[in-house]
């Protein structure tokens, strides 16, 4: 157990649609990463956040936006859903900002758009 | 786009053999190449990275060899384990980079016993 909780587990809903996935991290990290995988993409980086502000985007589209709040829980929030965006979502935590800070990852949230 | 190619994208090994899982990059401004072991319903875990100045580094088993001239490296498992049986992804770090971190597409690992 990597301390990283994510939720939900399971995630359905059809295209169109909005949906917001959680991210709790290990006590004590202050950065949040948010990780997609899927099978034609495999695993792509989408958006770093460090205590609150954002730090670096990767390949995040502009249908998807997150946030780190004060409490240091990150969401996710995906919108105007389409099939291609069904995939596992991950996020990752490490206690400070820079790249070569150990990344622990959540068990993942599944996403399948209908 | 930055890429890290990564072969083969099975493989299958006798208990007790070396495993050894091969990467590629392109670019040169990397500064950090981590391995990552993902085991079904998990998400990745940090197994062992180095740096490009160094040529190997070795944790218990797992060993990465990182060849800088010719923009390669490859994660080597010794004594292969039905355990290690896993999907592994190498994964290439920019620290100046706006994409960050690049990842090879992955290696499922079937250790026979």
Known sequence: ?114 | QQQVKQSPQSLIVQKGGISIINCAYENTAFDYFPWYQQFPGKGPALLIAIRPDVSEKKEGRFTISFNKSAKQFSLHIMDSQPGDSATYFCAAISYSSASKIIFGSGTRLSIRP
Do not use: M
């Open chain 1, 1 to 114: 157990d990597s301390g990283v909780t994510q939720t939900p587990k399971h995630l359905i809903t059809a295209t169109g649609q909005r949906v917001t996935l959680r991210c709790s991290p290990r006590s004590g990290d202050l950065s949040v990463y948010w990780y997609q995988q899927s099978l034609d993409q495999g695993l792509q980086f989408l958006i770093q956040y460090y205590n609150g502000e954002e730090r670096a985007k990767g390949n995040i589209l502009e249908r998807f936006s997150a946030q780190q709040f004060p409490d240091l829980h990150s969401e996710l929030n995906l919108s105007s859903l389409e099939l291609g965006d069904s995939a596992l979502y991950f996020c990752a935590s490490a206690v400070g900002a820079g790249d070569n800070n150990e990344q622990f990852f959540g068990p993942g949230t599944r996403l399948t758009v209908l």
